[in-house]
């Protein structure tokens, strides 16, 4: 604790060169500080160890999130966020390793599959930030439907399309975040199970009286959207199924 209060200030200008590279977007450009290293065991045990500050810091991130947003980690959209990834590695910058900004909550595939490998051969970032990275609102998730006639089954093929307007510099970090994840393979093992889900609930909503699926599918993809964004894979699935 003594040599943490004593470094202080060193702390405050590292939080504050964070700071200046998220508002430039330059997370890339931010270099490692010798001088953290040197304390690098006594600021990787704010996050080690399991004290109470830091629960209530992971709850307080938790609860900052939209409401429903988190049923899905962030980073692939596909199961549950029970780890946090520290975007900037704690490996090497130890002094972010409680930034709450530098904590995204994920599921525990992408959290293990990212590791310290945030950045390329060429020193670009490889996986998008779920707090700062704006994603424009166009659809560049696609989905394919194979019908086996007459509705014996019916499966998904997902594959990503640049849009016309979309810089380079997004392109390419949104295509490496997806493959290097492997989010289209995770999408099309995953898409059978969903395909027969919502074929459930359009069978119920027949039985109970109602009339028009078609709307019913596009009501609901409507309501996703508003939370999870128009390129979440479930998304994008109902509205090519209805």
Known sequence: RDSLIGAHALIQER???????????SLENLKKYPQASVLRTSLRACYDGATQPLRQLKQ???EAQPIRLLKY???????LPRTFDHYMPAAVFPEFAVHPLNLVPCCSTCNSTKDDDWLCASGNRQFLHAYTDA???VQFLGVKLHE???????????????PANMSSQLW???DSHFSRLRLINR?????????????????V????????VREFLRGRAKERLAVYGANHWIVVLMKEMA
């Open 60 to 62: 307080a991130i938790r």
């Open 187 to 203: 999408y099309n093992e995953q898409s059978n199970d969903e395909v027969a889900e919502i074929l459930s609930d359009c069978r």
């Open 172 to 174: 390419q970090l949104i």
């Open 135 to 137: 994603i424009p609102e």
């Open 205 to 212: 909503f027949l039985e109970t009286g109602g009339k028009n």
């Open 15 to 25: 939080y504050d060169a964070f700071a200046q590279a998220i508002g430039d977007r």
């Open 148 to 162: 086996a006639s007459p509705l014996a089954g019916v499966g998904a093929t997902f594959a990503l399309t640049r």
């Open 73 to 79: 980690c962030p980073m692939c959209g596909t199961t």
